[in-house]
């Protein structure tokens, strides 16, 4: 088996490889033509894409992320693309719980009194509690900080992502709604979003980017959020309307906390940067320690069926 990975794959993660399986490293800098039974992606687009000219055939590409949005033009005809769902599991449920806790327990507001050496200003935390707590009042002594405890919470993409944030809320004692592809056990439909959306303290999305996703979260769906209600995108940045994400931010109506954003990356002087009520980071959740000893391990899993003729792992259909 002809098996064509990035070059800066680390040579030790080869162990994960079964026996059969004749690695070929891919640089920046090809120049022949490649026949391959597997081809591995590198993680920038731009790199795979420079590549693909240099691919003559191919069986199988599989990408090293859960979502392929990126990659759907450069997968040649005849061939199956396999995305690495489940490989991502554990950084992103880890991001998505940080950030829910961040933005409930106004971190970035902390930090940048923290920046600026003044702790007497922090009564300005309870205008951001009572912000998202509409009819309450100032309380005694001051509500400094939000609780995650009792709050409801809409997954919406309930893939294994979803089930890892899930498990990674148990302990908060929320109360947990999912949205899926299809309607299946406690999961409800696509169709149901804009009768949930309403009743969530808290959504989560985690949806692939599809010509059906894309701007799904726009300035309507926005405005029937839950006054004070928390926005976490983990997905993709398109998924969600930029102007109308800002113009809501502005009116402090929600608040968010975004690993992904449209455009990506964002740009300077873009108006993300100085909206207020969010929490930005630049696309790291998925990237851990962890990270590549998964990719390899799942790769040689696939490695092993396709040797073996089994099915493979997480064919994409669709787009996703």
């Given at each position: 088996m002809h098996l064509g990975l990035p070059e800066e794959i680390d040579p030790s993660l080869f162990r994960f490889l079964p026996e059969g399986v004749d690695v070929t490293r891919i640089g920046t800098k090809l120049t022949g033509e490649l026949d391959l039974d597997m081809w591995v992606l590198p993680l920038n687009p731009k790199q795979a894409a420079a590549a693909r000219p240099h691919i003559r055939s191919v069986h199988v590409v599989q990408s090293q992320y859960a979502g392929v949005d990126a990659f759907l033009s450069l997968v040649p005809e005849g061939a199956t693309l396999c995305d690495a769902q489940g490989v991502h599991d554990i950084p992103v449920a880890e991001w998505i719980l940080a950030a829910i806790l961040a933005s409930l327990k106004y971190i970035p507001f902390y930090v940048h009194l923290q920046a600026a050496g003044d702790w007497k200003q922090r009564i300005g935390a309870e205008t951001l509690y009572l912000g998202t707590h509409p009819g309450e009042q100032p309380k005694t002594p001051p509500a400094l900080a939000d609780e995650l405890t009792g709050k409801t919470v809409l997954i919406v993409g309930y893939g294994s992502i979803g089930r890892a944030t899930e498990e990674r809320l148990k302990p908060f004692d929320v109360n947990v709604l999912r949205i899926g592809r299809r309607q299946r056990e406690g999961v409800e439909a696509e169709d149901r979003l804009d009768d949930l959306l309403p009743q969530a303290d808290i959504v989560i999305l985690l949806v692939p980017l599809t010509e059906q996703t894309r701007g799904f979260m726009n300035?309507?769906?926005?405005?029937?959020?839950?006054?004070?209600?928390?926005?976490?995108?983990?997905?993709?940045?398109?998924?969600?309307?930029?102007?109308?994400?800002?113009?809501?931010?502005?009116?402090?109506?929600?608040?968010?906390?975004?690993?992904?954003?449209?455009?990506?990356?964002?740009?300077?002087?873009?108006?993300?940067?100085?909206?207020?009520?969010?929490l930005i980071t630049p696309h790291i959740a998925g990237s851990s320690p962890g990270m590549m000893d998964r990719v390899m391990r799942f790769i040689g899993d696939q490695c092993r069926r396709y040797l073996a003729g089994e099915p493979l792992a997480h064919v994409v259909t669709e787009g996703y």
């Open positions: 300035r309507k769906r926005l405005a029937v959020m839950k006054q004070g209600a928390l926005l976490v995108n983990a997905a993709r940045g398109p998924v969600v309307e930029t102007d109308a994400l800002v113009e809501v931010l502005h009116s402090g109506r929600i608040h968010a906390a975004v690993d992904v954003t449209d455009p990506e990356p964002l740009p300077m002087g873009h108006p993300l940067w100085s909206a207020p009520n969010l």
